[in-house]
């Protein structure tokens, strides 16, 4: 009887644990200016980038992680979907004419980024 | 100095050593700033001033240490990486197979009834251990690494879910392996699952290797396209002809084109002619001849005849590079589709994981003895069987299929959200001149009154020489024609949706429709039988008036363009009400829908009322396309819920386009409305497997079926069904290349 209280407690924390690793969790905001490298390994570092209005900004993806999943990745407001070679520099340029939050993500939709225009 | 990288072919590579022997001598060229060498693809990629270096200096270094370079097999970038990706999968292909060995060896050593006829050395844990470590920290290193990565980004994905449910199985059989008294002591049989660790592995990254066989296959569109993009030039200069590399043609020069050649960009016919297979931009199996002053398409492949063409358009402003970059668009885009999938993917692992404590939790606290072994095996069955890949790939793979099946039709869909809307079109407007119509007009009649036919030519041809209508070009095309000499209007007035007015040899004109003449308050009575007899052949009657007295008829035609017919009826045929838009009058307009089977027509619209009808369709609760061929359409395809810009439409029309058609066939549209519709059907039903395949195993996965059948799921075949998932999913997708459309 007693295993089972243990495991039941355990279980309990560990998906409140799951819940709160996975799903309660805030990225930094990275101001960029003219050009950036977002480190593609396990996810998007940085995670969260800050662009302009107006101005063309350069965001390098250098993708270090053989997992097939980040392969590619897919801005789909700006309408571009990259092949991203293992270590190699892929430059995407993008001219935001309107403000907002815009997701990208892997090509399988499973790593999430976020660009914010302001 | 100019910095340039390249990457050759070696010839004559066998080891790891020679790696270090070339790179060494190739940074030993001065010039040379680096040289990295790849042993698997036998290439050498070099940063280097091609200022100073010369491919004989590259060679010869490399020649000097026992090596040959290839330079005529250079590899460009995509090439590498589709050598790369073969031999990636070469690899994980053996993995697979180690996996599955190692796998099913430890199996017969464990499987009851099939133990006894294995050999004693398989029956021992020990033994299985070791066969199973291999594949848990060799083969499976790629998903321990990728769960780390990602945990370091507090994100989980399938690696996280395979990396924990074989761990657990892998970990809990090295414990009993090694310590079989404790588990026994709790009343638990010591029975090791090494063959669940190692088989699941396997089967996992056969399905990946299927995967990423399929994925390869969505793409293979835009991968077609770019290879018709052609790499030299045959330019003439000074009398000779050289060949040069596509990057050094410049806008004006002039390029040959011999039989059989590939066109290498676009531009104008200056000497000679032939025939050119246009297929693979338009879609039209049929060759187009080309003469002088004609436009040719790089890409294109000429077929007998040769000649001397001048470039126009060179780089990224090439048609095909255009091409190519508008389907790469379409392919990036999300479809609105798309969104609940998303949703639920970004929660997807967590609660997955989430779940599989909670089977753990339930099967310990309330399962059958031995309770542990149940909640470890169902909740590893609940971590396998969960397949987020497949909802991630379910709309994206359609979508990249459908459009470039499309743009290998010769229809080219902006993005996504187009190709999703495109399946709803219940009524479609075709603007007629130009999209119905060749929209080029000639004189058919010209009838005089009180005057000589050739005078109410010569007065309309010089009043309309300044216009910029249609139908003032084949007025002054038609003077042309029969040499009439043209004088000079003064005054020139262009009266939208009416006609012109002016002075010609002092004479006030007005010429125009029947509301131009009501407007002048001039009578037309007099022609009215004659006007209405031509307008139902589907002619256009203009009026000439001399101040306030009738001076004569002009009548122009336009021919329908041949597959307006066939476009109409395939339309209906898709239950789409088919609408045509035009300024002439209703009569003439009659005539024509008639002839094209078309019911329902709104005529007299001027220009920038199009865009007016087209909402008042919407308003009605119709969802509509409008069809036209350029700027004067602009706004109504903007308005319109899908725009189609037909033929080799100009840049606007392009522009505000949701489908540009590339090849002049009507059939066109209701191929792109197919296409929409059966891409949008294999959406749906990757969609419905996806979720309803998670929805519905999960469950199982978990023992819901134990307390009323008895029934659990095996983990191996867990992962047998999850590997199967996301490769049925892309397969699916891949079916929609055999479509007819």
Redesign the interface.
């Known amino acids: 009887m007693g295993?089972?209280i243990i495991?039941?407690i355990l279980?309990?924390w560990?998906?409140v644990g799951?819940?709160w690793?996975?799903?309660i969790?805030k990225g930094g905001e990275v101001v960029i200016n003219d050009s950036a490298d977002i480190i593609v390994?396990?996810?998007?570092?940085p995670?969260v980038v800050v662009i302009s209005k107006n101005k063309t900004t350069k965001i390098n993806f250098i993708r270090k992680?053989?997992?097939?999943?980040l392969e590619e990745v897919?801005?789909?407001?700006?309408?571009?979907?990259?092949?991203l070679?293992l270590n190699r520099k892929v430059t995407i340029e993008i001219t935001p004419r309107k403000t907002g939050e815009f997701g990208y993500?892997c090509?399988?939709?499973?790593?999430?980024g976020k660009i914010i225009v302001r | 100095m100019e910095n340039s990288k390249r990457t050759f072919s070696i010839k004559g590579m066998h080891c790891a050593s020679c790696v270090s022997v070339i790179e060494r001598a190739l940074k030993e060229v001065e010039g040379v700033f680096d040289a990295k060498v790849n042993l698997a693809l036998e290439t050498a990629t070099v940063l280097y001033d091609s200022k100073n270096i010369s491919d004989e200096k590259l060679s010869k270094a490399v020649s000097g240490v026992g090596y040959e370079v290839i330079f005529g097999k250079e590899i460009e970038?995509q090439d590498e990486?589709k050598r790369?990706k073969e031999i990636e999968l070469r690899q994980l292909l053996h993995k697979v197979f180690i996996s599955l060995i190692l796998g099913v060896l430890i199996l017969w050593g464990t499987f009851p009834g099939l133990m006894d006829t294995a050999p004693e050395i398989l029956k021992n844990f020990k033994i299985q251990f070791l066969l199973s470590l291999p594949v848990q920290f060799w083969i499976a290193l790629?998903f321990y690494?990728?769960t780390?990565?990602?945990?370091?980004?507090?994100?989980?994905?399938?690696?996280t879910l395979i990396t924990v449910g074989t761990s657990a199985a892998f970990s809990y059989s090295t414990f009993v392996t090694f310590f079989p008294k404790i588990i026994e002591n709790i009343g638990i049989e010591p029975r090791p699952y090494f063959d669940v660790s190692t088989i699941i592995i396997g089967l996992i990254l056969l399905g990946?290797y299927f995967e990423?066989k399929a994925k390869s296959g969505t793409s293979e569109a835009i991968k077609k396209l770019i290879g018709l993009q052609p790499k030299t030039a045959r330019i003439v200069k000074g009398g000779k002809e050289i060949d040069i590399s596509i990057e050094e043609v410049t806008i004006g020069s002039v390029i040959r084109v011999r039989p059989g050649g590939k066109i290498p960009v676009d531009g104008k016919i200056l000497e000679g002619g032939s025939s050119v297979d246009e297929s693979m931009i338009t879609g039209e199996s049929i060759p187009v001849d080309k003469a002088l002053g004609d436009t040719v398409v790089g890409g294109t492949i000429n077929k007998t005849g040769t000649f001397t063409y001048s470039a126009t358009k060179i780089g990224k402003d090439t048609m095909l590079a255009q091409i190519i970059q508008m389907v790469?668009?379409?392919?990036?885009?999300?479809a609105p589709i798309q969104r609940l999938?998303?949703i639920v993917?970004?929660?997807f692992?967590?609660i997955v994981?989430?779940l599989a404590?909670?089977t753990?939790?339930i099967w310990?606290?309330f399962g059958p003895q031995p309770a542990f072994l149940f909640a470890l095996l169902n909740s590893i069955a609940v971590l396998i069987i969960a397949c987020?890949?497949a909802?991630?790939?379910a709309t994206?793979t359609a979508i990249m299929v459908g459009t470039g099946k499309g743009a290998q039709s010769g229809i080219l869909i902006k993005?996504?959200e187009s190709l999703e809307k495109a399946h709803k079109i219940n009524t479609i407007v075709f603007d007629k001149t130009g999209t119905l119509t060749i929209g080029k007009p000639e004189v058919t009649d010209v009838i005089g009154l009180e005057r000589d036919e050739k005078e109410v030519l010569k007065l309309a041809g010089s009043l309309e020489k300044g216009s910029e209508h249609s139908l003032a070009e084949a007025i002054v095309t038609s003077t042309i024609e029969q040499r009439i000499v043209l004088s000079k209007a003064k005054k020139f007035k262009a009266l939208v949706g009416l006609g012109v007015e002016g002075e010609v040899l002092g004479k006030k004109l007005s010429f125009g429709n029947r509301k131009l003449m009501a407007n002048l308050g001039i009578d037309t009575n007099p022609f009215e039988a004659k006007i209405a007899s031509l307008e139902n052949e589907g002619k256009t009657v203009m009026i000439l008036a001399d101040g306030k007295r009738l001076a004569g008829l002009v009548v122009v035609a336009d021919t329908l363009k041949p597959t307006a017919k066939e476009g109409v009826e395939a339309l209906e045929r898709l239950g789409i009400k088919v609408v045509m838009i035009t300024g002439d009058n209703l009569r003439t307009a009659k005539a024509i829908a008639q002839k094209l089977g078309i019911e329902k027509i709104l005529a007299e619209i001027l220009p920038d009322q199009k865009e007016k009808e087209v909402r008042r369709l919407q308003f009605e609760g119709k969802t509509v396309a409008m069809v036209g061929d350029g700027i004067n359409d602009a706004p109504a395809l903007a308005a319109a819920d899908i725009g189609i810009a037909m033929g080799t439409g100009t840049d606007v029309a392009i522009e505000s386009s949701d489908i540009t058609l590339i090849n002049k066939d009507l059939k066109s549209i209701a191929s792109a409305i197919t296409l929409s519709r059966k891409t949008m059907r294999t959406i749906r039903l990757n969609l419905f497997w996806a979720f309803g395949y998670n929805a519905i195993l999960i469950p199982v996965a978990s023992g819901i079926l134990y307390p009323f059948f008895g029934l659990l799921l095996n983990p191996i075949f867990a992962s047998a069904a999850m590997a199967l998932s996301s490769v049925s999913v892309v397969s699916n997708s891949l079916l929609l290349r055999r479509v007819k459309i």
Request: proline share 6%; hydrophobic share 40%; charged share 25%.
């Open positions: 295993s089972k495991v039941t279980g309990f560990g998906m799951v819940f690793f996975f799903l969790k390994e396990g996810g998007y570092s995670e992680d053989e997992n097939p999943c897919v801005l789909s407001d700006f309408k571009i979907r990259k092949t070679p993500s090509g399988m939709n499973m790593f999430h | 970038n990486e790369k790629p690494r990728a780390i990565s990602a945990l370091r980004h507090r994100t989980a994905n399938m690696d990946r990423a790469a668009e379409a392919q990036g885009s999300k999938a998303d993917s970004s929660y692992v967590p994981i989430m404590i909670a753990f939790i310990f606290d987020p890949c909802m991630g790939l994206p993005d996504a």
